[in-house]
């Protein structure tokens, strides 16, 4: 499974940062890190909302683009270990220099050389806004996004809390972002219903949804997915790990596959959950007995809706 080559779409790059890294880098910065690793030494919270608190204590450890640039380098060497050969990683202007233009320019030139010092894996970055951090801000982080737009910044997306604002506080942030030419996801049906992930391909228009998973409540719309070829990014054990579903036999990726909707594999903040792609892809073989055919079949899928130029996209292939 380890040398299967794999493709990600959805990985949040503060979210792959392994606690071991957050510690040592506090420890050279003497910050204290209060509320964020357990008794073992993980990242500790007990559901979504301490998920994200925790994820913007142990993201406040980046204070400078040389910072950036270590934690892209120790993702994408992990990543490529684990036979990742394309990675499209969240990169968030708020944590990249408060949504400051020239600052977010200095981050995105850091981690864009970091990136391209490890051999073995392309990354591309998808600037996300946060949900929880309201539609003011989104609109400058997408503002950061069509002015940094190119070869290396080729998509925009929203992450954050689902439960917080609507889809439709966010067009104008979409409507930019796509006016600079930039592919479009947003974060949906994980913690929100049917409606949530309705909303985002209403309103925001976007092609691609993270998660999306609890789309499998309405089979209208599991058959619109398939209908229009949305691709969910789906992160099982993340959604494990934040209680969305009991267990990964329980998880509707099989039943969305089978129902036509194409279905791409990620991890999503993967030390926070406690796995890698090949353990992702070692459970989905283990509990749907998903073989080397369905391995290609999301690889091509992902190539499909990669966030590329046509070049390398053929070259995913
Ligand atoms: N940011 C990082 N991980 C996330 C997730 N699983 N859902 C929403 N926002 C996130
Ligand atoms: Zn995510």
């Not at 596959?257 to 791409?264: H, I, L, N």
């Not at 070692?282 to 091509?300: K, P, S």
Request: with cysteine; hydrophobic share 40%; proline share 4%.
């Amino acid at each position: 499974m380890r040398h299967l080559p794999k493709l990600e779409l959805h990985l949040h790059l503060e979210g792959a940062a392994p606690p071991e890294f957050v510690r040592r880098l506090a420890g050279e910065k003497k910050l204290r890190l209060d509320g964020v690793f357990g008794a073992s030494g993980a990242y500790d919270y007990n559901d979504f909302p301490g998920f994200l608190q925790v994820y913007e204590r142990a993201t406040a450890v980046l204070t400078r683009p040389e910072d950036y640039a270590r934690l892209t380098r120790e993702v994408l060497e992990r990543s490529r270990d684990e036979g990742v050969i394309y990675t499209e990683a969240f990169l968030s202007p708020d944590f990249c220099g408060g949504r400051d233009l020239e600052a977010w320019r200095d981050y995105l030139h850091a981690i864009r050389e970091a990136a391209e010092t490890v051999d073995g894996i392309a990354m591309r970055g998808v600037v996300t806004c946060i949900r929880h951090f309201g539609p003011d801000l989104a609109r400058e982080t997408a503002r950061c996004a069509a002015e940094t737009a190119g070869a290396f910044v080729t998509g925009f997306g929203i992450a954050g809390n689902e439960a917080i604002g609507k889809p439709r506080d966010f067009v104008w942030a979409f409507d930019c972002a796509r006016e600079a030419g930039l592919g479009l996801t947003a974060h949906a049906g994980e913690f929100g219903g049917p409606d949530s992930v309705r909303d985002v391909l209403d309103d925001l228009r976007v092609t691609r949804v993270g998660h999306g998973v609890r789309a499998i409540e309405d089979p209208a719309l599991v058959e619109r997915l398939a209908r229009e070829g949305v691709v969910l990014e789906v992160c099982p054990a993340s959604n494990v790990a934040l209680g969305v579903y009991a267990k990964i036999d329980a998880h509707p990726i099989e039943k969305m596959r089978g129902r036509g909707v194409a279905v791409t594999v990620s991890t999503d903040d993967p030390p926070f959950f406690h796995t890698t792609m090949t353990e992702e892809y070692e459970a989905l073989h283990r509990v749907f007995d998903w073989q080397g055919e369905h391995f290609r079949d999301i690889a091509r899928t992902a190539a499909d809706a990669a966030f590329c130029d046509a070049e390398t996209r053929a070259a995913l292939h």
